[in-house]
């Protein structure tokens, strides 16, 4: 090859990658100027820990200007909804929960097929009530975390690939949140504490949020500085997990056999002697768990323990557990806040179970999210509409404080929307 055609080769590569370049980038500006128009449509989708379905919520961030960009500060919700697994994903889907190991090819092909479904969620949610997606941001399924006892160092993994979500929505996308934080130091989790701020721009501060989800996990927002989170142990995981096994049946429907039921004292001690409920660190020190500790196998474990009690009465059982989340919560607020709430704001599915309420009730003065305007089914998925829109915008969103994270970090990657020619 002579010199010249050396210099030809290398000169047309540089032109079309410099090509390349512009339209990527000709894509985000777009999507941002819609973001700092506030028309946007962003949707926030996810199926949580307990792998139970679908959540989507369609929402407008308000943005403000700042030095050197623009912030989102606030959102108006537009809808939300909760779509089932079709039947066969959700087995695949729970039996990879039930850390029955996937290959190569099964993670590969799960990671395809949820991305897929997260994608048509978001976009059947938008065309029922018509609207046009600009962005999704997609949390994806956790498959695994480190909990926090992961000798190499803090991993995680989450699957429903942020391109198949593009394809399947038509718009733009941002997925894989956690891997930034992890990579900048964090434990990736608990990271809704990084959005609350726009979800309850105008709930009075301090502001303490429960989540309670597959796990329970405190958000702090202070009247002035940056948010604390940490997870406190289990909450669906335990209570789901038993009524799979106790009830044949996804969920203990508003906790009526645990209602039914009575705690054991000595049974719940033993259950609470779980190193985790003991490891709390000074007041806002960073904390994350997981399904790897609090999961099939620490549920056989538990149910071992009854057994050997005579204990196996299934209202019993359920009760004992209901006594365990609520009284974990109790203590990991006790060591983890700087001042005791005056209100503790709960959300996620846990807020149905009334048996679960009346437990927590008992120790905190905990009233619904909805009481500040947030549907507390929708929360966690206005936090990724929330971080997907600050990714956009190159809003830093980590906070040492939070997770654990070096400071500046934008979280999430972009799947561009389609190039229209």
């Keep these: 090859m002579s010199p010249s055609s050396s210099t030809t080769r290398i000169g047309l590569a540089s032109t079309l990658f410099c090509t390349m370049a512009r339209g990527y980038l000709l894509l985000v500006r777009k999507l941002m100027r819609s973001l700092e128009s506030g028309e946007a449509i962003v949707a926030g989708v996810l199926s949580g820990t307990s792998g139970d379905g679908i959540d989507v919520a369609l929402t407008k961030p308000r943005v403000e200007p700042v030095p050197g960009g623009w912030r989102v500060i606030s959102l108006e919700s537009l809808a939300f909804a909760t779509q089932?697994?079709?039947?066969?994903l959700a087995k695949r889907l729970r039996s990879a929960l039930d850390s029955r190991p996937l290959d190569a090819r099964g993670l590969a092909l799960i990671s395809r097929d949820l991305g897929r479904a997260f994608g048509a969620a978001a976009s059947a949610l938008a065309q029922e009530h018509g609207?046009?997606?600009?962005?999704?941001?997609?949390?994806?399924?956790?498959?695994?975390?480190?909990?926090?006892?992961?000798?190499?160092g803090p991993a995680s993994l989450q699957v429903g690939d942020g391109d198949?979500?593009?394809?399947?929505?038509?718009?733009?996308?941002?997925?894989?949140?956690?891997?930034r934080d992890l990579a900048a130091g964090g434990l990736g989790a608990p990271i809704s504490a990084l959005a609350d701020d726009a979800i309850f721009p105008d709930a009075p501060r301090p502001l303490a949020?429960?989540?309670?989800?597959?796990?329970?996990?405190?958000?702090?927002?202070?009247a002035e500085g940056m948010p604390l989170a940490f997870d406190t142990g289990p909450a669906g995981t335990l209570l789901d997990g038993l009524a799979r096994r106790l009830l044949d049946a996804p969920?203990?429907?508003?906790?009526?056999?645990?209602?039914?039921?009575?705690?054991?004292s000595e049974l719940l001690a033993r259950w609470l002697e779980h190193p985790f409920f003991g490891s709390h660190g000074p007041p806002g020190s960073p904390r994350s768990t997981g399904?790897?500790?609090?999961?099939?196998?620490?549920i056989?474990?538990?149910?071992?323990?009854?057994?050997?009690?005579?204990?196996?009465?299934?209202?019993d059982l359920l009760a004992c557990a209901v006594e365990l989340v609520a009284e974990t919560v109790a203590r990991a607020l006790a060591a983890g806040l700087p001042e005791p709430p005056e209100t503790l704001l709960v959300a996620g599915g846990g807020v149905h179970n009334e048996a679960l309420m009346a437990a927590l009730r008992e120790r905190l003065p905990v009233e619904s999210s909805q009481t500040a305007g947030v549907d507390p089914d929708a929360r966690e998925a206005l936090v990724f509409a929330?971080?997907?829109?600050?990714?956009?915008?190159?809003?830093?969103?980590?906070?040492?404080?939070a997770t654990g994270a070096a400071p500046g970090r934008v979280l999430g990657k972009i799947s561009p929307a389609v190039v229209r020619r």
Excluded at 84 to 88: I, N, R
Excluded at 251 to 264: N, Q, V
Excluded at 389 to 399: D, E, F, I, K, P
């Design 164 to 179: 198949w979500v593009a394809e399947a929505a038509g718009c733009a996308v941002v997925s894989d949140f956690r891997q």
């Design 209 to 222: 949020i429960l989540n309670l989800g597959g796990l329970a996990n405190i958000s702090w927002l202070p």
């Design 131 to 152: 609207l046009s997606l600009d962005l999704v941001g997609s949390h994806g399924q956790t498959l695994w975390h480190h909990d926090d006892v992961e000798p190499s």
């Design 386 to 401: 929330t971080l997907a829109a600050r990714c956009v915008l190159g809003q830093a969103t980590s906070a040492p404080s």
């Design 300 to 315: 056989d474990e538990l149910l071992a323990g009854a057994s050997e009690w005579g204990l196996k009465e299934t209202p």
């Design 251 to 264: 969920f203990d429907p508003g906790g009526a056999a645990a209602l039914a039921g009575r705690p054991h």
């Design 291 to 298: 399904r790897d500790t609090f999961g099939e196998a620490w």
């Design 84 to 88: 089932p697994f079709q039947e066969t």
